[in-house]
């Protein structure tokens, strides 16, 4: 079975990066700031190296300072999707980021800064060279929930056809794994594709 690594991030076009730095300068996550503060002190890897990187902005108006723009859009694209207060979220800038929009650790950078953006649901910033790819990306992904629903239709319809048990069992098991499939993409709307 090919990794997460394999099927998306080993295949995310590196050179698309225009290096502006905004991804850095301000970036949100989708938990709250205290709940990520409970993650890290129990040991979760990826809170703990969040928090070693990102500090928080006292206000959603400090990170419009920093750049209106990414903010405004990830209010957006973030509330509207989730249906959530802009109140709920927490901006952060990154602590090593230089005036010049380079990293001063790129080398010991953590996974979650090489794996940017590490979802096709990331929300970049406007004008980013990943916005045409991440939307490819999301389609490709909304093709396949689309199949799947069609080929669970098919199943269901061979299930009827069907007497052997060990073959309704067999296909019980594709449908749990094909909403399984489904399920793991219920937070990005899958129900609606």
């Not at 973030?78 to 980021?97: G, M, V």
């Not at 649901?121 to 045409?132: K, L, N």
Request: charged residues 35%; aromatic residues 10%.
């Amino acid at each position: 079975m090919t990794s997460y690594e394999e099927l998306y991030l080993d295949r995310r076009p590196q050179n698309l990066c225009h290096m502006c730095g905004r991804c850095c300068r301000v970036v949100t996550t989708t938990r709250p700031y205290q709940e990520l503060q409970k993650m890290a002190q129990a040991g979760d890897e990826g809170a703990v190296d969040f928090l070693k990187i990102f500090e928080p902005y006292p206000s959603i108006d400090a990170a419009k300072e920093a750049d209106a723009e990414v903010v405004e859009n990830v209010i957006k694209r973030t509330c509207e999707e989730r249906n959530l207060n802009p109140s709920q979220l927490t901006f952060y800038k990154c602590k090593y980021l230089l005036d010049d929009n380079k990293c001063s650790i790129y080398e010991e950078r953590p996974a979650l800064c090489r794996h940017c953006p590490s979802t096709p649901w990331a929300v970049v910033p406007p004008g980013c060279g990943f916005e045409a790819w991440l939307f490819l990306k999301r389609e490709e992904v909304k093709q396949k929930i689309r199949k799947s629903k069609e080929d669970l239709l098919e199943l269901k319809l061979l299930r009827t056809k069907m007497k052997n048990p060990e073959d309704l069992k067999k296909i019980d098991a594709v449908v749990h794994k094909i909403y399984g499939m489904i399920e793991s993409y219920k937070k990005y709307g899958a129900e609606d594709w």
